[in-house]
């Protein structure tokens, strides 16, 4: 019967005599940091699914985020319906 020293095959022994290398990989953040909370708030509303299928592949054609598209397309509305009254 082989003893456990035996298994790891001097596994032990190697760990203490290797250096530690440094990581290769560096870790960077993905998402840009979260928006001002006290600036913005949160609107639902319920849309047919026709229209959000046109408006993601929209956004998505013109490397816009929903929120980004949402925005526009809000502002755009408004300025129209203001000049218009």
């Not at 290769?24 to 928006?35: D, E, L, R, S, T």
């Not at 699914?49 to 408006?55: E, G």
Request: overall charge positive.
């Amino acid at each position: 019967m082989t003893n456990y020293k035996d298994k790891l095959g001097g596994l032990a022994d190697k760990l203490k005599t290797t250096s530690l290398q440094a990581p290769i990989q560096k870790v960077q953040p993905v998402k840009a940091p979260a928006p001002d909370r006290a600036t913005e708030v949160q609107f639902n509303n319920w849309i047919p699914k026709t229209l959000l299928k046109r408006l993601k592949t929209f956004c998505i054609e013109h490397e816009q985020s929903l929120k980004a598209c949402n925005i526009e397309a809000l502002e755009l509305l408004l300025a129209t319906k203001t000049k218009n009254t």
